[in-house]
């Protein structure tokens, strides 16, 4: 069992993390013009006003989870994907300084539910929406992908390169850990600024991709096609599938 101090300071130290980024995210939604909240956003299918809409409502369900850490109860992260879905939805329209606030109080909500948090409630078990189990310390990781990633998604400026190194290389790690053994043909990833190393796929790597740590990360989540790192021998890059 993880002992609870080095739980509560390894909560403490990702929760930083996740205070800088959301005042990079504030800052950038506060730039976002009027009309440009209905424009699409780098996901398929989902306006800025989606992404904004996801991320302040993603805040309020690790509440959930935090608030279910703290009492030992099983609280959901959703009353259901469904309703997740509809919220979306609903909030999805709103003017940009509507979502700007709501993003800031989702994230106040967050913090405060982080505080109330004693050591030994950090080491509890609670459950993602999607049904797996993992400990309540992981929680402030998870709300820093949010934020991260879907500050890329909303295509307003903050790229992968402003990635904090931190969050890029353990994404990375992550990431190129997801897809080792599976089926697609094995390719060697190196970080040529961090000198992290990786290996996806299957079998005697054919061919090595090489760039920096936040480009690696911005193909291997999907953010990027890979355009500017350098393959060994010269090739395509292969398919990957999604990820995040």
């Known amino acids: 069992m993880t002992d609870p101090q080095s739980a509560a300071a390894l909560a ?51 509440v959930n989870l935090l608030n279910g850490a703290r009492t030992g109860t099983d609280i959901p992260q959703y009353a259901s994907n469904e309703a997740r879905d509809e919220e979306i939805e609903r909030d999805a329209p709103r003017p940009v300084d509507v979502q700007l606030a709501d993003l800031a109080a989702s994230h106040e909500r967050f913090a405060a539910a982080a505080a109330l948090l004693p050591a030994e409630a950090w080491t509890a078990d609670v459950r993602h929406r999607s049904g797996y189990i993992f ?14 990633y879907h500050l890329v998604d909303l295509d307003g400026g903050y790229t992968p390169a402003h990635w904090p190194e931190e969050f890029a290389v353990a994404e990375f790690r992550r990431l190129a850990g997801k897809l080792a053994g599976t089926d697609l043909a094995a390719v060697e990833l190196i970080a040529d600024d961090t000198e992290d190393r990786g290996t996806i ?37 292969p398919q990957l599938p999604p990820l995040g």
């Open 12 to 62: 403490a130290s990702r929760l930083s993390l996740v205070e800088e980024s959301t005042r990079h995210l504030l800052h950038t939604v506060s730039e976002v013009k009027p009309e440009a909240v209905a424009e699409p956003s780098a996901l398929p299918g989902w306006t800025r006003g989606h992404v904004l809409a996801h991320l302040a409502r993603n805040a309020d369900s690790l």
């Open 135 to 148: 400990p309540a310390s992981d929680i402030p990781w998870k709300r820093l992908m949010e934020v991260e």
């Open 201 to 237: 796929g299957t079998g005697e790597p054919g061919l090595a991709v090489e760039g920096p740590v936040r480009s690696l990360l911005a193909w291997l989540s999907g953010r990027s096609d890979g355009a500017g790192l350098r393959l060994t021998p010269h090739a395509e890059l």
